[in-house]
């Protein structure tokens, strides 16, 4: 029997969105009705509840002691250090109470939410990393998030088992590099693009294995190559010691780098390695992933991204070794629906920062519990008809299969990434009920923008006491003593730009999540790619790619 797709209208925007008939067995498969919102909008209620980079210097809730945290030192939440909230000084249990039948679910979930401790950041097993987030085993990095077991990193974003990184965007196995994005197992590689097994390179998009080249476009295992053509080895270093770390010459060679991209302009529909019957971008070495990004070794996952080794996992976002999981975001479990910071659990319903716990329903920081409502324990045969009945109850307010709503967001909404997906102004986000925090003025009455080297080697470790500004936003900010080395290490000019910038900016040059309908253009096959028609590059499918590539 075909499956039918169904249409609906988004309960939220009022567009029109498209159920498909195996979206239908998904849906059946894990017990949940249908969404009322489309994609998008779905997406945003997730990344709505997710503060990456917005860091503060806050008191802990419980000992007064001084701490880092994504919680600001006004927010309502009662937050405690790392170790006080993962010690057993504090009861969980305490905090459980009966559920009220005549309120909204998502309304009292979110006054449980503010009574409940939470720990200041999620950042496990980090050395001299106080500053990173979303993060585990990181040693002596800073401002480092959604990123584990790298070690001398910096300003990074969706990154794993990289040293001696900075300024980056989803790199893996990397070390010595400066101003990548999508970026593998490579050395010594700086202001490159989808690069994978290059070394002592840089200005580089779209190459696989590439040694001691610069300014090269679509090529593959080749060495001493400049502007997509044989050199000499000789070259290549002059090229080198014309950049010797100068601010202006690396202004210059962006230009050039910029102005071979349009000459080059060939690019691939999207970025799949080693992927059977997969959609979206971004994915390598997986098997029956649907309209995806940023996904790894992962198997059946619909309309998901930022997750690796999982399996049957649909609408959910930065998860790793999840399984059956269902519109959750930063998950890492079995059969947990509508969840966020979850972690070695299973069978969980609308949970926050639970971790090794089962059979749970609407709770907040629970360790090692089972069938808990509302951080009450249950017996299983009172867990399973207070939950039933809550489900019900929540399924005649069409509330059940829902996310919880952006305005009960633990974070302002431009604190969030969600700002940075779905932007919105402050007067827009206030008039839907969405918190916003205003922005902090800081003095900038020292900055030494102007007095910046042209060269490092101009100048020393004393720049790392002073307040420098943003050239482009006018922001204030410092570069620290690891950065400094880091630079100095690479033979980099100093950034003129701030941290919040500098990675704007990079986001600005990644493709959209978002597919669109093209022809190849090259052979006119229908394509679905993260590159609108509206733009000037020519995408080409993988075959037809391929054959000019190699």
């Not at 503060?56 to 809730?61: E, G, I, N, V, W």
């Not at 040693?139 to 990154?159: P, R």
């Not at 060495?223 to 202004?251: D, M, R, V």
Request: aromatic share 14%; hydrophobic share 25%.
């Amino acid at each position: 029997m075909s499956q039918i797709n169904t249409t609906k209208i988004c309960s939220n925007c009022n567009i029109n969105f498209t159920i498909h008939g195996a979206d239908l067995e998904i849906f059946k498969k894990i017990q949940v009705p249908s969404p009322n919102n489309c994609r998008p909008c779905r997406n945003q209620r997730q990344l709505s509840y997710r503060n990456e980079r917005n860091l503060h210097k806050r008191k802990s809730s419980l000992s007064g002691k001084p701490i880092i945290s994504f919680f600001d030192k006004n927010s309502p939440f009662q937050v405690y250090s790392h170790d006080e909230w993962w010690s057993d000084v504090w009861d969980r249990l305490k905090y459980g109470r009966d559920y009220n039948f005549q309120q909204d679910f998502f309304y009292q979930f979110y006054i449980l939410q503010l009574d409940v401790p939470r720990p200041p950041l999620v950042n496990n097993k980090a050395e001299n990393s106080d500053y990173c987030n979303f993060a585990d085993a990181n040693k002596n990095s800073y401002l480092i998030t959604s990123a584990n077991d790298n070690e001398d990193s910096y300003y990074g974003w969706i990154m794993a088992n990289n040293k001696d990184v900075c300024d980056v965007i989803n790199v893996f196995n990397c070390e010595l590099c400066y101003e990548c994005i999508d970026c593998h197992k490579s050395y010594n590689l700086r202001y490159s693009t989808n690069c994978e097994n290059c070394r002592d390179s840089g200005f580089l998009q779209n190459c696989n294995g590439l040694s001691n080249s610069l300014f090269c476009i679509n090529l593959r295992n080749k060495s001493y190559h400049i502007f997509n053509k044989p050199s000499s080895k000789e070259e290549y270093e002059k090229y080198l010691k014309w950049l010797n770390g100068s601010y202006i010459n690396y202004q210059l060679a962006l230009q050039k780098f910029n102005e071979l991209k349009k000459q080059f302009s060939i690019r691939k529909a999207n970025n799949f390695v080693g992927c059977e019957n997969v959609s979206g971008n971004n994915i390598f070495n997986s098997k029956n992933v649907q309209e995806c990004f940023d996904v790894y070794t992962s198997e059946d996952c619909h309309y998901s991204h930022s997750g690796l080794n999982s399996k049957d996992i649909y609408g959910c976002c930065f998860f790793d070794k999840a399984e059956l999981c269902y519109e959750s975001t930063s998950i890492m479990g079995y059969s947990c629906k509508f969840t966020i910071y979850c972690r070695d659990s299973r069978d969980l319903l609308y949970c926050d920062s639970c971790h090794a716990c089962k059979n749970c329903f609407g709770c907040v920081g629970l360790r090692n519990k089972e069938y808990c409502i509302f951080n009450k324990q249950y017996s299983q045969q009172e867990y399973k008809t207070l939950s039933s009945q809550i489900i019900q109850q929540m399924h005649s307010t069409s509330s059940f299969g829902e996310f919880f709503p952006i305005k009960y967001s633990l974070f302002p909404y431009n604190e969030t990434i969600a700002q940075e997906n779905y932007p919105l102004t402050e007067e827009a986000a206030k008039r839907l009920g969405y918190k916003w925090l205003p922005e902090e003025q800081k003095s900038a009455t020292e900055a030494t923008r102007t007095n910046l080297p042209s060269q490092i080697q101009d100048t020393d470790n004393s720049i790392c006491q002073k307040i420098l500004q943003c050239e482009i936003t006018g922001k204030p900010y410092k570069i620290i003593l690891p950065e400094f080395n880091f630079y100095k290490k690479m033979n980099l000019p100093l950034p003129r730009k701030c941290p919040d910038q500098r990675i704007k900016e990079r986001l600005n040059l990644r493709a959209p999540m978002r597919l669109w309908d093209r022809q190849c253009a090259k052979c006119g096959t229908e394509i679905k790619t993260p590159y609108s028609p509206t733009r000037q590059e020519q995408i080409y499918c993988e075959k037809c790619y391929l054959k000019e590539i190699y």
